[in-house]
């Protein structure tokens, strides 16, 4: 079977995001200072085949673990859809 992971990886709430900042920064200075506390992450989707959904799991979350977020600064959540 074929899915798609839809996964969302983010700054630590702990950790400075330095992009963010800039973003808010630059949104108070265009007259929007109702927005506030921007982070900035990745959005990455991607597709697997995989017998079921419990082994796409496993392989995304694998991936998530291994080389798409570094565990140290971020953190991530994922969807799995049957394709």
């Known amino acids: ?7 969302d990886i983010m700054p630590l ?3 400075l ?3 963010g900042k800039a973003v808010t920064s630059s949104l ?3 007259n929007l200072s109702e927005i506030e506390n921007v982070r900035i992450g990745k ?3 991607l597709e697997i085949e995989a ?3 419990a082994i ?4 995304v979350e694998e991936a998530c673990k291994k080389i798409l977020a570094n565990q140290l600064m971020e953190s991530f959540v994922f969807e799995i ?3």
Do not use: G, V, W, Y
Request: hydrophobic residues 40%.
């Open 1 to 7: 079977m074929k899915f798609r992971a839809e996964i």
């Open 17 to 19: 995001d330095p992009q």
């Open 56 to 59: 796409a799991n496993s392989k």
């Open 28 to 30: 108070k200075n265009l």
């Open 43 to 45: 959005h990455i989707t």
């Open 13 to 15: 709430k702990a950790l």
């Open 81 to 83: 859809i049957e394709a």
């Open 51 to 53: 017998a079921d959904k």
